[in-house]
């Protein structure tokens, strides 16, 4: 760790954030340990601790094996400090989950509904939420971060849903505002639920390690999460990655085009199912026909008539972000798998000058609630950390 220079106050903030930070990433740890990561001296590190321990941010958690002489104290974070709920809002239900500032799922809650299915929005997102913090033992105001995650066009600055086809029942909701009187405080984000997808892939998945990645999203609906440096691309209304309005020839099966139409209408979950059912695709629905399929290496008529739907969808894009990366995902991008990526591939080659490496998606279905998880474990770490004890009453 740098020597860090400033006012005491700076300092004992910005060492308690590295000493937490560190326990998070490598934790338990001895005293003596944090003294050689921070340079701190023994009875600096001795005061900051009992800072923390005092705040509750931190534990005594055993003692190290293996040591000869006395045996050296543990210190761990205090999972139970912070909570933070990430939710995932979809045509077919609410999947929702509580997790402590580890990043342990304490509780989880779904509930299923019919796509067509009217209800009022505000009821049913509470039912779910109280049914999380009952099963966690945990009150609404111990939860420092929610993050709610829907499909459509998100205003992120107001907390609701701008324009959302596959929701009608959420739309004009002011999901934050009604959070925040709940849980009493504002840290409430509403965000595009593929851009939280992405956020997962690049956390867990495919795209660990990877700064600048398209996820092509083909699920209900077809779009896009574009990460670039690192951060997420949301454009300036918040509309980024929105492909299925994006314009392309009627048939992209190779035959002579018949027309325009916007892309949703060839890589929507119904457009998916007809193409299937066309080639002879069997299975208990249309994902397991595509998924057994895929398996087994069959219909490759299917795959190369999909991969020319998606590759006129990410040809353009992959011309104009120039990512090192392409993730197929959504709930038929996971079940195409390795036959979609190797047609893909062959029909980009001759398009693109710098083609990026093309993969499956890693992140199981409830990524997008996974990554509404991650993401509010970011923003409560930061501020936890940031705060440090004197934060929490600590002189």
């Known amino acids: 760790m740098d020597v860090l220079a400033g006012s005491p106050r700076v300092l004992r903030t910005l060492n308690e954030k590295a000493v937490l930070e560190r326990l998070l990433s490598a934790g338990p740890l001895t005293r003596t340990e944090l003294e050689a990561f921070t340079g701190l001296s023994k009875p600096a590190m001795f005061e900051l601790l009992r800072r923390l321990e005092a705040a509750g941010l931190i534990y005594r958690d055993g003692e190290k094996a293996g040591t000869s002489g006395p045996k050296a104290g543990l210190w761990s974070i205090e999972p139970t400090s912070s909570f933070v709920v990430g939710i995932d809002v979809t045509r077919h239900g609410i999947n929702a989950a509580l997790a402590d500032l580890t990043g342990k799922t304490i509780a989880t809650a779904y509930r299923a509904c019919e796509p067509d299915e009217r209800y009022d929005a505000h009821d049913r997102l509470f039912n779910v939420v109280e049914e999380l913090t009952q099963q966690a033992a945990v009150q609404p105001g111990a939860i420092d971060q929610f993050v709610v995650g829907l499909p459509g066009i998100v205003d992120i600055e107001h907390g609701n849903l701008r324009k959302g086809q596959q929701l009608p029942n959420w739309e004009g909701f002011h999901i934050a505002d009604a959070i925040s ?143 090192q990366m392409v993730v197929l995902g959504g709930v038929m991008g996971r079940a195409a798998g390795a036959p979609l990526v190797e047609h893909v591939i062959e029909n980009l080659r001759p398009l693109i000058v710098s083609l990026p490496v093309i993969v499956p998606s890693a992140v199981k279905e409830s990524g997008a609630r996974d990554g509404a998880v991650a993401l509010a474990l970011r923003h409560a770490r930061e501020r936890l950390f940031s705060g440090g004890s004197a934060a929490r009453g600590q002189p």
């Open 181 to 323: 009187e709940w849980i009493g405080h504002g840290h409430v984000l509403i965000e595009n639920d593929v851009n939280l997808a992405a956020l997962e892939e690049m956390s867990s998945g495919v795209a660990r390690g990877i700064q600048s990645f398209i996820l092509f999203w083909m699920g209900d609906g077809v779009g896009a999460g574009v990460v670039i440096d690192g951060k997420l691309l949301r454009g300036t209304t918040g509309a980024a990655g929105e492909l299925g309005g994006i314009v392309v020839a009627r048939r992209t099966d190779g035959s002579q085009p018949d027309g325009l139409a916007p892309l949703e209408n060839l890589l929507s979950q119904s457009a998916i199912e007809e193409l299937a059912a066309s080639y002879g695709l069997t299975g208990a629905d249309c994902v397991d026909a595509i998924r057994r399929a895929a398996k087994a290496h069959d219909h490759p008529g299917f795959f190369a008539e999909l991969a020319q739907r998606v590759t006129a969808g990410l040809a353009g894009a992959i011309g104009i972000l120039d990512p």
